[in-house]
């Protein structure tokens, strides 16, 4: 059974900085694509960033040159670095694990940015 927990999540004013991190459980991160994802209130869920197997980077639009994504192999935990923030980042964020057949999501971490 894959479990992923989130924490890290927070309130700080904007242009601050904050560390998410996933800790997961039944899967090696290392071997398995993961990402992070956002819901604001009224918006649907958004994909921030994403990390393959073999570590490759993707990242919206809105958060590249301010977000970085990485995985953790000894702590088997992915983090999201997130630099620079903006009111508009305020969300809830997810952490996401994608296998050869199954996807797993974790609770959520609250992100609320103040201007």
């Known amino acids: 059974q894959v479990q992923l927990v989130e924490s890290g999540g927070g309130s700080v004013q904007a242009g601050g900085s904050l560390t998410l991190s996933c800790a997961a459980s039944?899967?090696?991160?290392?071997?398995?694509?993961m990402a992070w994802f956002r819901q604001a209130p009224g918006k649907e869920r958004e994909r921030v960033a994403i990390?393959?197997?073999?570590?490759?980077?993707s990242y919206a639009n809105s958060v590249k040159g301010r977000f970085a994504i990485s995985k953790d192999s000894a702590e088997n935990t992915l983090y999201l670095q997130m630099n620079s923030l903006k009111p508009e980042d305020t969300a809830m964020y997810y952490c996401?694990?994608?296998?050869?057949?199954?996807?797993?999501w974790g609770q959520g971490t609250q992100v609320t940015v103040s201007s």
């Open positions: 990390i393959d197997r073999v570590s490759v980077r």
């Open positions: 996401y694990l994608a296998t050869q057949f199954y996807s797993y």
């Open positions: 039944g899967a090696t991160v290392s071997n398995v694509e």
